[in-house]
């Protein structure tokens, strides 16, 4: 049984900073894209980084320089690391793991990340 459990979401003020980490079992970790999306109310999902197998990271052009995706496949986790959050980044934060050579996708239940003084 696959399992993607996200943690480390919160409430935090503007500029601050929170660590969201997703722990994977039942997959063959180190061969999996990880990524990050996240959804505001209302809105759709939208990629925030991912991660390749290889370790090529890309991100979503209103987080970068802020955020930092990384992967530890001996913990099978991978992290996202968000720093000088805005309100804007308000949201569920949803991790995936993808496996396009398979046409397989995997989500996570999600972490709610809120900015505000």
């Known amino acids: 049984q696959v399992q993607l459990v996200e943690s480390g979401g919160g409430l935090v003020q503007p500029g601050g900073s929170l660590r969201l980490s997703c722990a994977a079992s039942g997959i063959i970790f180190r061969l999996y894209t990880m990524g990050w999306y996240r959804q505001a109310p209302g809105q759709q999902r939208d990629l925030v980084a991912h991660i390749t197998a290889g370790g090529v990271t890309n991100y979503a052009d209103s987080v970068k320089g802020r955020f930092t995706i990384s992967r530890d496949n001996v913990k099978n986790t991978v992290y996202l690391q968000m720093n000088d959050l805005k309100p804007e980044d308000t949201a569920v934060y949803y991790c995936?793991?993808?496996?396009?050579?398979?046409?397989?996708?995997?989500w996570g239940q999600g972490t709610q990340v809120t900015v505000s003084s």
């Open positions: 995936n793991a993808a496996r396009l050579i398979s046409n397989i996708n995997y």
